[in-house]
Every structure is written in structure tokens, then in C-alpha cells.
């Protein structure tokens, strides 16, 4: 199916989620996650109408940026080497994966203007996911202030990819009250607005749970 087919669907789904939440779709930021797909998929996505693009890393994203530029906004999803920072920062938008104080120290040394991050939370506790435990997050983001080009703008998670609605939400609501206790400090460094979470097959339940920014690949671009 064609790029515009899917995202037509998408925003039906979004718009669904929205209505049972008492959300507004507007709310919404759809990433066109495009680290499987060909340059020519990734055109199809940005002539779809596609402003917001995902790659995890450096050398596809290199590679796209290298083509369109400045077409869309991208978000650098995957984890990030601190050797590699140099290659990348100056050229993204949003980095959705900070998760240890040698990175943000490296981004703060590389770039010349405060980057928008989301710090990556490993909520559901899986050996095989990236992040910082919840009961760190707190510590992490109070000694992120030092980094005058850290600003945090939410958090990120990744749910278990399994068919139990009820063990995903439970993931996506904890993030959601982590934020909130984060954006209660009213840290100026860390305003902690957003939440990133939910992919091809558990969107909607994020969205439910307050997701801002949902991250879609093969549902979208396809794989």
C-alpha cells in the first residue's frame, strides 16, 4: 500500500484513540520511522506529508540527511555512541534516546545550541531495552542542569512487543506519571512536556496514555 494509504489510516486510528481519551489529534506528532526503507520510500513519506522522520542510526540517517536535508525534521530514535555524536548532532532535530550522563556531556562539548532530548526510561524492566531504571530519573535530570545545551523536553519508553494490551498500558501509564512528577519540579533545564512512546502495533494504547510523539515504521513506510 501506498505511504499516503497508511498515513490516511493512521490518522483515523489517531483520531479514534483521541476521541477515547479526550484528546485532541493536533496533539499528536507522527515520526515516519524510515530506517528500513529505501530513499525512495523516504520520498514517498515526505511528498505524503510526512514532516516528522526517525532514524536509530548514524549511517542511514547520515545517508537521508545527506539526500533531503532540511525536507523534514528528524529524530534520532536509537541509541547514540558518544564517538559518534560529532557526526549527527548538528544535523538533528531531536535526540529521542539520552541515557547516560557521557552522552549528554558529549552533546553539550559538540553543539553550539541547546538540543531538545528525550531521556530513555527502560520502564518495563527488559534486559534487551536501552535506557535508565525509573528510580534513577529524577538524579539523572537534576545533574543534566550542569549541560546548558541539554534540554529536556519529555521522556521516552518502549513498550514490550507482546499481544497483552493490559502489560503495555501499564508501561505507558507509568512514564506518563513519571513525567508528570519530573514537570512538577518545574526544572528550566528539563521542562519535560512530552511523552514518546508507542510504535506500529501499540499507538493507540499510547496515545490513551498520553503519548505526543508516537514513532511508526512498518505500518506507515512499511519494512
Not at 545533574?143 to 514490550?160: D, F, N, Q, R, S
Not at 506519571?177 to 512530552?194: G, M, T, V
Request: proline share 3%; with cysteine.
Amino acid at each position: 500500500m501506498e505511504v499516503a494509504g497508511n498515513l490516511k489510516t493512521i490518522q483515523e486510528n489517531i483520531g479514534h484513540a483521541c476521541e477515547r481519551s479526550g484528546r485532541k489529534p493536533e496533539d499528536i506528532t507522527v515520526i515516519g520511522v524510515t530506517k528500513y526503507v529505501t530513499i525512495e520510500r523516504t520520498k514517498e513519506a515526505i511528498d505524503s506529508g510526512i514532516e516528522n522522520l526517525g532514524e536509530n542510526r548514524n549511517e542511514g540517517f547520515l545517508e537521508k540527511y545527506n539526500h533531503f536535508g532540511n525536507q523534514a525534521k528528524w529524530h534520532f530514535i536509537g541509541t547514540l555512541q558518544s564517538r559518534k555524536v560529532k557526526d549527527v548532532i548538528d544535523k538533528i532535530n531531536v535526540l529521542h534516546s539520552l541515557d547516560r550522563m557521557s552522552l549528554a556531556k558529549e552533546i553539550n562539548k559538540r553543539t553550539a545550541a541547546p538540543m531538545d532530548c528525550f531521556v530513555q526510561i527502560n520502564v518495563s524492566g527488559e534486559e534487551s531495552k536501552h535506557g535508565i531504571e525509573p528510580e534513577e530519573v529524577l538524579p539523572f535530570i537534576e545533574k543534566l542542569e550542569k549541560y546548558h545545551h541539554i534540554h529536556v523536553i519529555g521522556l521516552m519508553t518502549m513498550a514490550p512487543h507482546i499481544d497483552d494490551p493490559d502489560r503495555i498500558r501499564k508501561v505507558f501509564r507509568s512514564l506518563a506519571e513519571l513525567r508528570d512528577r519530573i514537570k512538577e519540579k518545574k526544572f528550566s533545564h528539563a521542562p519535560c512536556e512530552y511523552l514518546s512512546m508507542g510504535m506500529s502495533n501499540d499507538y493507540e494504547i499510547a496515545i490513551e496514555e498520553g503519548a505526543t510523539h508516537i514513532r511508526i515504521g512498518s505500518k506507515l513506510v512499511g519494512s
